[in-house]
T-cell receptor
Framework: DAKTTQPNSMESNEEEPVHLPCNHSTISGTDYIHWYRQLPSQGPEYVIHGLTSNVNNRMASLAIAEDRKSSTLILHRATLRDAAVYYCILRHWRFIQGAQKLVFGQGTRLTINP | EAGVAQSPRYKIIEKRQSVAFWCNPISGHATLYWYQQILGQGPKLLIQFQNNGVVDDSQLPKDRFSAERLKGVDSTLKIQPAKLEDSAVYLC?????????????FGSGTQLSVL
């Protein structure tokens, strides 16, 4: 399965934009890029996903490189509640089983300073 | 819409004892996942069900772990006997349909401490 590489930790200030990078150089053509985040003492929660085009939702934006070997999660205006571990995951489709597979890496611990 | 329910929230046992965790996915969700998350690490997939069939259990330590999904709804994960290294948070997740690009909904997890 293709792997993702993220920085272990990042720090930003409240009300500033945050750009969380992810490298996935072995991504296959059918792999979607998913982002989840995990707040302390909670299960991960979905943030955003995309295949080729940039995506926006109410939580964040996802910028995907043209060659798809890297992507960036953008939080436009960070708040203290955005402090969490952010996981970049490649969603692989299992054609034989007809099911998806998501493998989590170590993630990036994001700290937001007031 | 109710979320993924897990119980118990916390469990403390001694090594060599047995323990069971329960998960009730979101109603109508076809796929159910059990993940193990050791402190400081990302979640690791243990087993994935689609309806009541197993899609992937390649990382489930089958000599001590077992899981079932009754009637394609609730699921139980059991450890017997537990080892110290099983101390972790056990997360259950579900996703809506078996096909397509579906996001996962996670429960809050069961934190297991093995002494």
């Amino acid at each position: 399965d293709a792997k993702t590489t993220q920085p272990n930790s990042m720090e930003s200030n409240e009300e500033e934009p945050v750009h969380l990078p992810c490298n996935h150089s072995t991504i296959s053509g059918t792999d979607y890029i998913h982002w989840y985040r995990q707040l302390p003492s909670q299960g991960p929660e979905y943030v955003i996903h995309g295949l080729t085009s940039n995506v926006n939702n109410r939580m964040a934006s996802l910028a995907i490189a043209e060659d798809r070997k890297s992507s960036t999660l953008i939080l436009h205006r960070a708040t203290l509640r955005d402090a969490a571990v952010y996981y970049c995951i490649l969603r692989h489709w299992r054609f034989i089983q007809g099911a998806q597979k998501l493998v989590f890496g170590q993630g990036t611990r994001l700290t937001i300073n007031p | 819409e109710a979320g993924v329910a897990q119980s118990p929230r916390y469990k403390i046992i001694e090594k060599r004892q047995s323990v069971a965790f329960w998960c009730n996915p979101i109603s109508g969700h076809a796929t159910l996942y059990w993940y193990q998350q050791i402190l400081g690490q990302g979640p690791k997939l243990l087993i994935q069900f689609q309806n009541n069939g197993v899609v992937d259990d390649s990382q489930l330590p089958k000599d001590r772990f077992s899981a079932e999904r009754l009637k394609g709804v609730d699921s139980t994960l059991k450890i017997q006997p537990a080892k110290l290294e099983d101390s972790a948070v056990y997360l259950c997740a579900s996703s809506p349909r078996p096909h397509g690009d579906e996001k996962l909904f996670f429960g809050s997890g069961t934190q297991l401490s093995v002494l």
